[in-house]
Every structure is written in C-alpha cells, then in structure tokens.
C-alpha cells in the first residue's frame, strides 16, 4: 500500500489551514490597532506601525503564495518564515515597550 497520496494531500490541507490561521491572525492584529485608536489600549505609534507593517505583510502574503505556487515545500517553508518573522518582531517590541515602562515608572517613583 502506498500511502505517499495520503501525505501530499494532508501537507496541501495543512499549509491552507496554516494560511486561514495567519489571515485571521492578521485580522485580529488590525483590530487590536482599531481598539487602540479607539482608546481601549495604549500602544506606541511606532509599536502600531511595525504590528500593521509586518501584520499585514505576514497575515496576507501566505494566502497570495499558496495560489501562485504550486510547491508544497516552498509553501511550507514560506509560512514558516513569517510566523517567526511575526514572533521575531513582536517580542523585540514587546521588550522594548516593557524596558520603556519600566524605566518611566523608576523615573516616576523617584519623585
């Protein structure tokens, strides 16, 4: 029995899941930026401009790949590389913003 059909469709199946995933991801990143514009959240200009940069570049472009390639690998391996692009960047960001809230909230005990 040859179970190779098995795995190439499931791997096909797979990287569209991972695709809806980061769209909807993507989805929830502009949201977050509409709450902040609204008032409900305190994020830096610059933090929503790079969430909205690399968000939108990270949530959208998989789903454009997946119907100009017809690689599963190169697929896979471009998914891949935005989520650690999108967990690279975010979490320097989120180090940033804490190091800067940290750093106001000595500043203000100090007085």
Do not use: H
């Not at 472009?61 to 997946?66: L, N, R, T």
């Not at 119907?67 to 590389?81: A, E, G, M, V």
């Amino acid at each position: 029995m040859n179970s190779t059909p098995f795995f190439i469709e499931n791997e096909k199946e797979v990287n569209k899941q991972v695709c809806k995933w980061m769209f909807g991801a993507a989805i929830i990143i502009w949201f977050m930026l509409v709450l902040n514009y609204l008032g409900m959240f305190e994020i830096s200009r610059r933090m929503c401009i790079v969430a909205f940069a690399v968000g939108t570049f990270c949530g959208i472009s998989p789903s454009i790949v997946i119907r100009l390639s017809k690689s599963q690998k190169i697929i896979k391996y471009y998914n891949l590389t935005c989520i650690i692009l999108c967990v690279s960047v975010f979490s320097t960001q989120y180090r940033y913003l804490c190091y800067d809230a940290v750093c106001g909230y000595s500043e203000l005990s100090l007085f």
